[in-house]
């Protein structure tokens, strides 16, 4: 059973920087594709970033690239997600995403419903 666990959320002022993690266990994800997406109150849930995880190739939405990092530890089966310059519009429920089937990058990988499995999230508040 495919199971995510994120972790690292919390408050922070605007400008400081803050890492999740996302631990994923239940099968291989050697050719895996993981993602982050991010929820604000009152709005859809939205893609922030994905990796291939044998490739290691990345994308990123508009709002985050050059602030945000996606990156993933084979030996620790994580996915990590480095955000920096952080901004009150970053305040968000933050989820881990896998789509656990995977043998390629056959999927633009930014929407919800190209992913299979998802975690609980973590909060994270930006105050101005």
């Known amino acids: 059973q495919v199971r995510l666990v994120e972790s690292g959320g919390g408050l922070v002022q605007a400008g400081d920087s803050l890492k999740l993690s996302c631990a994923a266990s239940?099968?291989?994800?050697?050719?895996?594709?993981m993602g982050w997406f991010r929820q604000a109150p009152g709005k859809e849930r939205e893609f922030v970033a994905a990796?291939?995880?044998?490739?290691?190739?990345?994308i990123y939405a508009d709002s985050v690239k050059g602030r945000f990092t996606i990156s993933r530890d084979n030996d620790k089966v994580t996915v990590y997600l480095q955000m920096n310059s952080l901004k009150p519009e970053d305040t968000a429920v933050y989820y881990c995403?896998?789509?656990?089937?995977?043998?390629?990058?056959?999927?633009?990988?930014?929407?919800?419903?190209?992913?299979?499995?998802w975690g609980q999230g973590t909060q994270v508040t930006v105050s101005s």
């Open positions: 995403a896998v789509d656990a089937y995977s043998s390629s990058w056959s999927k633009p990988y930014d929407k919800e419903s190209e992913y299979n499995y």
């Open positions: 239940g099968r291989t994800f050697s050719r895996s594709v």
């Open positions: 990796i291939w995880w044998s490739g290691g190739s990345t």
